[in-house]
């Protein structure tokens, strides 16, 4: 092999060099852009799955205050409601498939401790006679707030006549749900 050869040799063997360089760059290039617009399409898609999921969780926390609002309705047409009234409204409803993970609805009323045991007596009256207060922690409290109502009993054993107003976690809540339609 001549010189010239050889360096004409060493000329094409560079040049390939040169464009398997090139390309390899090119495809290192596209690839890069390709896992780039491959990671954009999955946030996209995990985007709209979590929105899809809170949106999901959302419907599933609103689901039983509209059940809750049917009663309040009930409340709002007779101005008073019984047990056995109540009962119905609850029974008229397909919980498992309207409100799914409810296990039931209740009513707590707000009683005064100068009242509790007139108002105990007219729950015996009204279709419960082994209703009882029963409190938990806090006694000191001079209201109490009452599950008068829940529906269905079965899933709730336990739960009609205690005074949730007597643990401080539980306290807070129908306290400020009740706020000024709260009678004093």
């Known amino acids: 092999m001549t010189r010239s050869q050889a360096l004409t040799l060493q000329k094409v063997i560079s040049q390939m060099v040169?464009?398997?360089?090139?390309?390899?760059?090119?495809a290192a290039g596209c690839a890069y852009l390709w896992q780039k617009e491959i990671n954009y399409d999955a946030?996209?898609?995990f985007q709209r799955g979590v929105e899809r999921v809170i949106d999901d969780i959302e419907r599933r926390f609103r689901q039983p205050v509209y059940g809750l609002n049917g009663a309040g309705g009930?409340?709002?047409?007779?101005?008073?409601?019984?047990?056995?009234?109540?009962?119905?409204?609850?029974k008229s409803r397909d919980l498992p498939k309207e409100f799914p993970g409810v296990r039931g609805f209740g009513f707590i009323q707000r009683v005064l401790g100068d009242n509790l045991q007139t108002f105990v007596e007219?729950?015996?009256?009204?279709?419960?006679p082994q209703f009882s207060i029963r409190q938990l922690e806090d006694k000191t409290h001079e209201d109490l707030y009452v599950i008068k109502f829940i529906e269905p009993a079965v899933n709730n054993v336990g739960a009609q006549g205690l005074d949730v107003g007597s643990e401080v976690e539980r306290r807070t809540g129908p306290v400020v749900t009740a706020g000024p339609r709260c009678p004093r």
């Open 43 to 45: 946030e996209v898609q």
């Open 18 to 26: 040169a464009v398997c360089i090139v390309g390899l760059g090119i």
């Open 122 to 128: 007219a729950e015996r009256a009204d279709g419960a």
């Open 74 to 90: 009930l409340y709002a047409a007779s101005g008073s409601v019984n047990r056995a009234a109540f009962r119905a409204y609850v």
